[in-house]
């Protein structure tokens, strides 16, 4: 999870049992869901400035989320890992 003011970010594919395509977003002071963002399997989550940076487990892509619209703003092609 990252927590950005009142908001935590979970990503459902490495935190709820490496299933889902989404990021929820909770108001944690309400408990409440507030948005789920689709984005093809989120492995981890980093926060930087008002942007969320999700490394996409499956297709080798780096999603950019904006924190203040929480929308998906672009989706990077990165490729593999080099062993």
């Known amino acids: ?39 093809p399997t989120p492995a981890d989550i980093a926060l930087d400035g008002n942007h969320l940076l999700v490394t996409n487990f499956v297709n080798g892509t780096l999603s950019i989320i904006d924190t203040t619209d929480l929308e998906q703003k672009d989706q990077i092609m990165v490729g593999e890992w080099r062993a």
């Open 1 to 39: 999870m990252v927590v950005k003011g009142d908001l935590g970010s979970i990503n459902h594919y490495t935190d709820l049992g490496k299933s889902g395509d989404t990021i929820s977003v909770y108001d944690l002071k309400k408990w409440e869901l507030v948005k789920k963002i689709k984005t």
